[in-house]
């Protein structure tokens, strides 16, 4: 028994460097996944978009609906988040242009609405029965609440 500890004393000595370095990184890779997990806002606090849950019920004829299709742990839905909730607080429930009013959701990949979505986050307005039209431009609010309202 005491020729095995003196063996690991000696491993560990001879080894001290590369134990080290390796502890190293598994001390940073910990804090970096603990700051990837809790990431936050300029606010100080993270943006919670809680997800639509089962169908999407609208009234085609007096509702224009935007949906956010996003998927946990993308770093770029993470980003959107912030700009999606100052347009969707400025706008949702309110009339647009065209008299109809604005319905903003979040769903995830599984829900029927993502159907098609190649890629995440995808941002899609329905106007009455014409298909989905996919948002394609810089992702700020100002540009989503201009979205919103170009029928």
Request: with cysteine; aromatic share 6%; proline share 7%.
């Amino acid at each position: 028994m005491v020729k095995s500890v003196n063996n690991v004393k000696n491993l560990v000595n001879k080894n001290r460097k590369p134990i080290l370095a390796v502890l190293l990184v598994v001390v940073a890779l910990g804090v970096l996944y603990l700051l990837v997990a809790n990431r936050q806002t300029k606010e100080g606090f993270q943006v919670e978009l809680p997800y639509h849950q089962g169908p999407v019920d609208w009234n085609k004829n007096k509702e224009v609906l935007v949906v956010f299709s996003k998927m946990e742990g993308c770093g770029h839905c993470v980003r959107m988040a912030p700009e999606w909730k100052k347009a969707s607080d400025k706008l949702n429930g309110k009339p647009m242009p065209n008299g109809k009013v604005c319905r903003m959701v979040v769903v995830d990949p599984k829900h029927k609405l993502s159907e098609g979505v190649r890629g995440f986050p995808t941002i899609k307005k329905y106007v009455g029965n014409k298909p989905g039209v996919e948002f394609e431009g810089p992702r700020t609010a100002e540009n989503l609440e201009s979205f919103c309202k170009s029928s």
